[in-house]
T-cell receptor, first 113, second 115 residues
Framework: LAKTTQPISMDSYEGQEVNITCSHN???????ITWYQQFPSQGPRFIIQGYKTKVTNEVASLFIPADRKSSTLSLPRVSLSDTAVYYCLVGDWYEDSNYQLIWGAGTKLIIKP | DSGVTQTPKHLITATGQRVTLRCSPRSGDLSVYWYQQSLDQGLQFLIQ???????AKGNILERFSAQQFPDLHSELNLSSLELGDSALYFC??????????????FGPGTRLTVL
């Protein structure tokens, strides 16, 4: 089973770009990499998902190298409201497969003014 | 609002008791996931149901059980409660109609306190 490892915490400042890396050495061929954001006492919220190379949406980018053993969530020009815990998730759901969802322990990101 | 509802919002009970947590997924979502999150801890995946059948199992204790009903709502039953079971319990639902698309929609959670 894949295991995910993320930094426990990170600090940055408003307006900066923040990169959070997750390692997943045993990622399976069919696994996708997904990132979630969680605020205190709320359920996690989907940010972005990718399989390989680079994916970008309106809030973040996700960089995945060719070997797929790690992924980097990039948050451009962060604000105070980006202070949250960020989780990476490795796994896949396909109707006929059995799989295990592997969540990282989360990275607590603190944005300072 | 994710469209996933959970009841109750808070639950306070005593050790040794049994409780039932309820989850209603988003309209049309066939998958329901249950998670446990202890104070300042990460998410622990407990169990997943898809269209009424158990699909995947995580770190779920034998004292815990779950089921998904024909109308797709799900219940998580926790019995012989211990102090360490105090946590936030989240339910999430997922569409699953798109292969490889892993967006789960989380409910607001049930905060369980065992005294």
């Amino acid at each position: 089973l894949a295991k995910t490892t993320q930094p426990i915490s990170m600090d940055s400042y408003e307006g900066q770009e923040v990169n959070i890396t997750c390692s997943h050495n045993n990622i399976a061929t069919n696994d996708y990499i997904t990132w979630y954001q969680q605020f205190p006492s709320q359920g996690p919220r989907f940010i972005i998902q990718g399989y390989k190379t680079k994916v970008t949406n309106e809030v973040a980018s996700l960089f995945i190298p060719a070997d797929r053993k790690s992924s980097t969530l990039s948050l451009p020009r962060v604000s105070l409201s980006d202070t949250a815990v960020y989780y990476c998730l490795v796994g896949d759901w396909y109707e006929d497969s059995n799989y295990q969802l592997i969540w990282g322990a989360g990275t607590k990101l603190i944005i300072k003014p | 609002d994710s469209g996933v509802t959970q009841t109750p919002k808070h639950l306070i009970t005593a050790t040794g008791q049994r409780v039932t947590l309820r989850c209603s997924p988003r309209s049309g979502d066939l998958s329901v996931y249950w998670y446990q999150q202890s104070l300042d801890q990460g998410l622990q995946f407990l169990i997943q149901y898809y269209n009424g059948e158990e699909r995947a199992k995580g770190n779920i204790l034998e004292r815990f059980s779950a089921q998904q009903f024909p109308d797709l709502h799900s219940e998580l039953n926790l019995s012989s409660l211990e102090l360490g079971d105090s946590a936030l319990y989240f339910c999430a639902s997922q569409d699953n109609s798109r292969e490889g698309y892993n967006e789960q929609f989380f409910g607001p959670g049930t905060r369980l306190t065992v005294l």
